[in-house]
């Protein structure tokens, strides 16, 4: 008897989760269903991380170009501000450790960075006053930033990950800029 009274409930249960997680797929699918930002992504390298970038704002998904563009730019400040923290604490733990080449070339690349967060400030500057114009020659400044400190580190190194990153997030906000007619 205990049998026939626990399958009802256990196909009651079985179908009521089945049912949320029907309805949660759906929602979080409907929430990344904006036409604009599909196309953006679809033209850039990659376009997985492009949408996984700009979905992870939770605004994202009623964004338009304007909004967009914040996100991405934004992106890719914290990205580069993030990693010229990273390359300064690499830098002061290394300082006694005097590997002159790999010191050398993260200084480089603390350089490179800093002058990449100079420019993403600068097109969010841009982006406030609404002056459009340059914003994708200084999406491809900053990716040229990230693909010098990879050149001055060389290869394989700690920083790979964190400059492949950035390159695709200057991607991403090259491919925005082109959205505006003064690119």
């Known amino acids: 008897m205990a049998n026939s009274a ?3 409930l256990f196909t009651f249960i079985l179908s009521s989760l089945t049912s ?6 759906t929602a979080a699918a409907a929430a990344r269903n904006n036409d604009l930002i ?7 390298t990659n376009a997985a991380f492009c949408s996984d970038v700009i979905y992870s704002d939770p605004h994202a998904a009623d964004a338009d170009q304007y909004f967009l563009a914040y996100i991405a730019f934004r992106a890719a400040y914290f990205n ?3 990693t010229s923290q990273y390359i300064a604490s690499k830098l ?5 450790d005097r590997k002159s080449g790999i010191l050398l070339g993260l200084r480089k690349c603390q350089g490179y960075y800093r002058d990449a967060i100079r420019t993403l400030a600068e097109m969010l500057g841009d982006l406030d006053s609404e002056t459009f114009s340059g ?3 200084l999406s491809l400044e900053v990716e040229g930033d990230a693909r010098a400190c990879r050149a001055a580190v060389g290869g394989q ?7 492949e990153n950035l390159m695709k997030l200057a991607n991403i906000c090259l491919v925005i800029s082109k959205l505006y007619p003064y690119h």
Do not use: E
């Not at 599909?38 to 850039?44: K, Y």
């Open 80 to 82: 580069a501000t993030d």
């Open 135 to 137: 914003l994708d020659t």
């Open 157 to 163: 190194s700690v920083l790979s990950r964190r400059n």
């Open 92 to 96: 002061k733990s290394m300082a006694a």
């Open 20 to 25: 949320i997680l029907l309805l949660s797929t």
């Open 38 to 44: 599909n196309r953006v992504c679809r033209n850039t």
């Open 6 to 8: 626990s399958s009802p």
